[in-house]
């Protein structure tokens, strides 16, 4: 009876994303100047929905010392896709995305509607057009969330961090809210190069395990550096620390 309530819950719920995910296509046809004020706080509760659909155990560990600020720059390492959705369903940001994931199926319909940003990572002039629009999005008041080492790179840190978020944090004064992620059965949720999302779905499904935790930090003042070496570097260091916390 154990294995048909399991099933059970898992139908149910993929019936429960697909209602949701017919609604947000048809709100998205909506013009952007009457989505803004709404539609995030909706893309908010889709991504619970998604994640719930994946049968993912998100366990969030409160580490900071002190309430969360009004408004902040989150960054994270990025093993999986499964942070497409993760980091939304539980911080209210717009996210940085690829360029390619506008293309993705009903995904990408519903984050470019959400104010998700955009890049082309491997043109300058878009990543500089990237840079200002998260500058923009801050100064008008919102949160934003983005991952410094520039994409997927394994279940280890890569070898350094990209500026973006340090930048954006020295121009608007708003500090970095740092998470740390990983997950209990790292080889399931890691993104591979080569691998699709649907693959990639598959395997979060099956795995034996899909408990996922979530390290939030004290965030960090961008009048505590001198600039974006100096603020990207310390960043880097306190990564590599919870990475050997956790991961070894």
Not at 6 to 30: G, H, N
Not at 177 to 186: D, I, N, S
């Amino acid at each position: 009876m154990l294995w048909f309530a399991k099933w059970l819950r898992l139908i149910l719920a993929w019936l429960d994303l697909s209602a949701f995910t017919l609604l947000m296509l048809l709100l998205a046809r909506l013009p952007v100047p009457l989505l803004s004020a709404w539609y995030p706080s909706l893309f908010q509760a889709w991504c619970r929905c998604f994640v719930s659909a994946l049968g993912v155990e998100l366990h969030i560990h409160q580490h900071h010392k002190h309430p969360l600020p009004a408004q902040y720059i989150l960054i994270a390492n990025h093993p999986s896709a499964l942070e497409d959705v993760g980091i939304p369903a539980f911080f209210p940001v717009r996210n940085l995305a690829k360029e390619e994931v506008r293309n993705w199926w009903f995904v990408g319909r519903i984050a470019e509607a959400a104010g998700t940003i955009f890049v082309k990572r491997e043109e300058k002039d878009a990543r500089h057009a990237a840079l200002l629009n998260m500058i923009a999005a801050v100064n008008a008041g919102h949160s934003i969330a983005l991952y410094p080492e520039g994409g997927c790179k394994g279940r280890r840190l890569w070898d350094k961090f990209l500026y973006g978020a340090f930048i954006v944090s020295l121009e608007t004064k708003v500090p970095i809210l740092p998470v740390f992620l990983h997950y209990e059965a790292q080889e399931a949720f890691e993104w591979a190069p080569n691998t699709t999302l649907l693959q990639k779905i598959g395997q979060i499904m099956c795995s034996p395990n899909k408990v996922a935790h979530y390290h939030i930090f004290d965030p960090l003042e961008a009048s505590q550096f001198k600039d974006k070496d100096d603020y990207s570097r310390h960043t880097y260091a306190l990564y590599l620390e919870w990475q050997k916390r956790f991961l070894e």
